[in-house]
């Protein structure tokens, strides 16, 4: 698993570096920048599912018009995962999500207010744990409590519809993130797409 992280990793960056010599090439647009802010919603899969409730967070992202289908994405988001209790013992979890990638859609712009796009991130996910265990000692209630994080990998592809409403562009995007460790979730994002002041 580790092997193919940093593979994939390795393609990621490559990636990069091609992009950025394209926009050297091509010329960097202030105007094909904009930000996205919105809601997420999260349901655990696999063993994760087993300690972890359903999360509900939000998401900040830069977005890059870099082709009239293309767009490159770089976001910052958390969610709260609901907790679990085994017995005396009650588990929580958070994530905090820093990943990059990019909007491919299927159809160019046009008249249609609605396009069909693709979805293709990679980056790092804090996962905060936390756990309190209640018990009596010679009668008095006591709690014990614990917290962790760790920091894993993931790749989250996904897809989603773009509408135009108004003057603003919103997203509903559908994804599954595959995140090392066991945190995999599958979930729902709705985001509102912001363009940046023009001079």
């Known amino acids: 698993m580790m092997k193919r992280g940093c593979w994939i990793i390795g393609l990621f960056i490559g990636l990069i570096l091609s992009v950025q010599s394209t926009q050297a090439q091509m010329g960097f647009s202030v105007q ?6 919105g809601l997420t919603f999260k349901v655990p899969i696999g063993t994760f599912g087993d300690v972890a409730g359903v999360g509900f967070g939000f998401v900040v992202q830069g977005e890059y018009v870099f082709t009239p289908q293309i767009s490159i994405l770089a976001g910052l988001g958390y ?11 009650r588990y929580n979890y958070s994530e905090l999500p820093l990943t990059a990638g990019a909007k491919y859609y299927l159809f160019p712009p046009g008249k249609n207010p609605m ?5 293709g991130e990679l980056g790092f996910h804090r996962m905060g744990y936390a756990s309190e265990y209640q018990y009596e000692l010679f009668g008095v209630p006591r709690v014990d409590r614990y917290s962790s994080a760790v920091v ?3 790749l989250t592809p996904g897809a989603g519809v773009e509408m135009l ?6 997203d509903i995007t559908g994804f599954m993130a595959l995140i090392t460790g066991s945190y995999s979730n599958i979930g729902l994002r709705s985001t ?6 023009r001079k």
Request: hydrophobic share 45%.
């Open 192 to 197: 509102i797409h912001f363009d940046l002041p």
């Open 115 to 119: 396009r069909i796009f693709l979805l």
């Open 152 to 154: 894993r990998l993931g």
């Open 165 to 170: 409403v108004g003057n603003f562009r919103i």
């Open 32 to 37: 094909n920048l904009g930000v996205n802010g």
């Open 79 to 89: 969610v709260i995962y609901g907790g679990k209790d085994f017995g005396s013992y």
